[in-house]
């Protein structure tokens, strides 16, 4: 199979969507679409109908995209160089505490060989990620990018939207000191503050209380929301409105800063399906568009790991690198490339 993309929801329903894919600017009625972009949403057209639709489950999957007799990869990890990510941090700290920014999210990758294996065996992991997290891939000839995400951007159907707020970061075990630390809570406000802002003027919004949200290894703060629209909205114009949320991109988001953002993310060499919308939808009208994190992606035998954290005030270098290197140890025990 040279191109498909794939989606699994929490509850364990996945599709496989086999290429060519024939492109559009708006999902189809009879839906049956992936939505698949990149950050900067460069794509116009980032709806995808696939040529042949297969509801898939985890046992199906090899037999599908005929991967039977392939081994899982193995990868050849260079340690990540902390100059440039290092350099990025001071400069968005100094803007923060300069009060011309409130919040920014630069992203390190980890770069690796490939050097035996197949890339798409880890999709069998992605089949079956843990059941509060969204599976996706999308899969060309000789690259692609495959993941499992904890992060909502948003589900509607009709008039009823849902989204939800997750940021703030802790490993496991530290539940008490993270329930009330400063810096990690400011940093989910500024999500939730922001999603309410962007959402009232569709609807009435309302928000459930902050909880623990613990998804392959990490602990995270989440709230959800949801809005009861004043007309049925459609999903093309969603996107734009809502990505990049501050959990991955800037506060203000505006023209200047996410400027800035883009440029940091080129120096870094951030991927460019890292943190931007991916989606599907259902043939019964409902729509589900997540945030591509806890991924990877490989052109040729070249592989890369990309993880990020928000600068705040609160900010300091030593914690963020290594809430960097939890979030990307999470990724390979997700993807069974770490025990």
């Not at 809502?242 to 991955?248: C, K, Q, R, Y």
């Amino acid at each position: 199979m040279m191109e498909f993309a794939l989606f699994r929801l929490p509850d364990g329903r996945a599709w496989l969507g086999e290429g060519p894919f024939t492109a559009l600017a708006t999902a189809p009625a009879a839906g049956g679409a992936f939505y698949i972009n990149d950050f900067d949403l460069h794509d116009p057209m980032p709806w995808k109908v696939p040529a042949r639709l297969h509801e898939i489950t985890a046992g199906s999957l090899a037999e599908t995209i005929h991967l039977n007799g392939s081994q899982k990869p193995q990868i050849q990890w260079a340690k990540p160089a902390t100059e440039w990510f290092k350099m990025a941090f001071r400069r968005i700290r100094r803007e923060v505490q300069a009060k011309r920014l409130e919040k920014m999210v630069p992203v390190l990758t980890e770069s690796g060989t490939l050097t035996a294996g197949d890339p798409r065996r880890l999709l069998d992991a992605i089949m079956q990620a843990p059941e509060n997290m969204w599976g996706y891939a999308h899969v060309k000839e000789g690259g692609g990018f495959l993941g499992a995400t904890p992060e909502l951007l948003f589900k509607v159907k009709a008039q009823q939207l849902e989204t939800m707020a997750l940021a703030g970061t802790a490993k496991p075990g530290n539940q008490d000191a993270f329930l009330t630390d400063v810096k990690e809570i400011e940093e989910h406000e500024i999500v939730v503050r922001y999603l309410t802002e962007q959402l009232q003027g569709l609807g009435v919004v309302t928000r459930d209380p902050r909880i623990l949200c613990q998804t392959s290894g990490l602990v995270h703060f989440q709230s959800k929301l949801s809005v009861q629209l004043n007309a049925a909205a459609d999903p093309a114009q969603l996107v734009p409105l809502l990505h990049p949320t501050p959990a991955v991109g800037c506060l203000p988001r505006d023209d200047e800063a996410l400027e800035k953002l883009r440029e940091y993310r080129q120096q870094l060499k951030v991927p460019g399906f890292f943190g931007a919308p991916f989606g599907f939808a259902e043939t019964d009208g409902t729509t589900h568009i997540v945030v591509a994190i806890r991924g990877i992606c490989w052109e040729g035998n070249q592989i890369s790991l990309p993880s990020g954290c928000g600068i705040v005030g609160g900010s300091a270098f030593d914690h963020e690198w290594r809430e960097l290197r939890l979030k990307r140890e999470a990724v390979l025990r997700l993807l069974a490339l770490q025990s």
